[in-house]
């Protein structure tokens, strides 16, 4: 029975790890089986098609999707038509190795071989063979690709979207010691500004108000491949009619030059917060980890910031316990953080990675002094967290409303719903952000989804923000 999918309505259930990349690829994914009568599920028990989309940034996010398909292995002894897959940097990583070490998993697709993806699954269909695809192609797909996920998110049958991530690039060429990402997303490559810029568009056009330029290292756009810098690209798309908020992620303090600096001032629809990662405060640490920035560099683009644009939120990421970090290494970033005060901290203990240089240093550290330093840190910064989201006590703030808080039964779908049936008066849980992205949850109107309204903070906790409408 070849080509079944065609024929019949199938059903397909995802499950997503790992980073925004994923997400927007995930996307990608639907988009690309809706157009084979292929509808999502959020109840495996019902799907014909169960994929996978992982993560192997460290070894937990790795060992998650084991357990995942762990959990699958009692479906298919109970269906054996069903089709199971495995997609993103777990599988690319893996590749046959996968296939061998899971018998009832049917396809593995790497990073580059999404597009690939419905072939594939009708290659299983019909000769019921275990395949998997990991080659690198040196382009990028996104291009067809898009037009099917915009099939299913619906031009011509808009589902409401409040906010939505465009890929400009992927890959990345910074090899930085511990990081698994260029092996499994390969080199750099840009999109044409002018196919993000036709994207950004037709989102605009489907009622989207805020866009998120995505991609490994933002700021490299244009280096490979593309037509003009990051920068421009950057005020192109802020420029847009219609668009409200522009954000992106992520960026390099290595790349991070003057003229991006200088936009936040120039263009009004550019949120007020960078996430710039800094992983670590001690140059000796920096300088084994190949970031390519000392300390002083990244805090004097920091201070820049702060001076040209007081309140703009600044979040960062940290590695402890990199293989040879000294206590005076780890108090150097210690220091540091106390002396910036981030907005966030996203913090790590380091993970080796398979093929990464770090993986084979010698000095690694134990999980134990890994654990006291994360716990420092991030006890340190729990504080600094609040008391900045104190600082915002009984301010007015414009927040872009998302939908209704996750506490008040799912988000984004509620709000298609409501959209479409009208339904929109209620008071409700509702949730958003800032422009410097600092989530506040709100009681209010349903009418306000989908909004930006100004708020007033009532309330301030070390994770959220509370807030009410300020009429
Ligand atoms: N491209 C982005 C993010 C990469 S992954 C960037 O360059 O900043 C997100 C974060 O995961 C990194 O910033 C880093 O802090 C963390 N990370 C990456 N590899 C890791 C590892 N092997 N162990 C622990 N944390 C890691
Ligand atoms: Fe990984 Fe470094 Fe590339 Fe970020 S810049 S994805 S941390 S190699
Ligand atoms: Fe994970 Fe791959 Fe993203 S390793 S963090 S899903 S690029």
New binding site residues.
């Given amino acids: 029975m070849e080509m079944q999918l065609d024929k019949k309505e199938k059903y397909l259930f995802i499950e997503t790890f790992g980073?925004q990349m994923n997400d927007n690829d995930s996307e990608k994914i639907i988009g690309l089986m809706s157009s084979l009568n292929c509808k999502t599920t959020d109840s495996p028990d019902k799907a014909d098609i169960v994929i996978l989309n992982t993560c192997s940034?460290?070894g937990k996010a790795e060992q998650k999707v084991y357990s995942a398909l762990g959990r699958f292995k009692k479906l298919k002894k109970q269906r054996p038509d069903l089709i199971i897959g495995v997609g993103g940097c777990v599988a690319q990583q893996e590749g046959n190795r996968l296939l061998k070490r899971a018998p009832h998993l049917d396809v593995v697709f790497g990073t580059h071989n999404i597009h690939r993806l419905p072939d594939l699954i009708k290659e299983v269909e019909s000769t019921r063979s275990r395949v998997a695809a990991t080659d690198f192609f040196s382009f990028i797909e996104d291009e067809e690709l898009f037009e099917y996920t915009y099939a299913k998110n619906g031009l011509e049958n808009p589902i409401y979207m409040v906010k939505v991530s465009i890929t400009i690039m992927r890959g990345?060429n910074?090899f930085?010691s511990?990081?698994?990402?260029p092996y499994v997303r390969g080199r750099e490559m840009s999109r044409k500004s002018s196919d993000i810029l036709q994207e950004a568009k037709k989102l605009i056009k489907a009622e989207v108000k805020e866009i998120t330029l995505l991609g490994?290292?933002v700021n490299s756009y244009g280096n490979n491949g593309a037509d003009i810098s990051f920068p421009e690209l950057l005020r192109l798309v802020c420029r847009l009619d219609g668009i409200e908020r522009v954000r992106f992620i992520?960026s390099?303090p290595k790349d991070m030059s003057e003229e991006l600096i200088q936009l936040f001032g120039e263009e009004e629809r550019l949120c007020r917060h960078i996430h710039l990662?800094l992983?670590s405060g001690s140059d000796t640490i920096l300088k084994i980890m190949n970031r390519g920035y000392t300390r002083e560099d990244y805090l004097n683009k920091i201070l820049k910031l702060k001076m040209l644009y007081p309140g703009m939120a600044i979040t960062t990421?940290?590695?402890v316990g990199f293989p040879g970090e000294t206590e005076s290494d780890f108090l150097d970033t210690m220091n540091l953080i106390k002396e910036i005060e981030f907005d966030n901290i996203?913090s790590?203990?380091?993970?080796?990675?398979q093929e990464?240089m770090?993986a084979s240093f010698d000095s690694q550290i134990s999980d134990t002094v890994k654990e006291e330093r994360l716990a420092i840190l991030q006890e340190t910064q729990m504080d600094i967290t609040h008391s900045k989201n104190q600082e915002m006590l009984g301010k007015t703030v414009d927040v872009l409303i998302e939908g209704k808080s996750k506490t008040a039964d799912g988000g984004a779908a509620i709000l298609n719903n409501a959209k479409r049936n009208n339904a929109v008066n209620a008071i409700t849980q509702l949730t958003g952000r800032t422009s410097c992205n600092k989530v506040v949850n709100l009681s209010a109107s349903e009418e306000f989804m989908g909004r930006i309204a100004p708020v007033r903070i009532i309330k301030a906790s070390p994770n959220s923000l509370t807030g009410s409408i300020w009429k």
């Fill in positions: 980073c940034i460290r990345c910074n930085c511990y990081c698994i990402v490994q290292n992520t390099h990662p992983q990421d940290i590695i996203f790590f203990k380091y993970s080796p990675r990464t770090a």
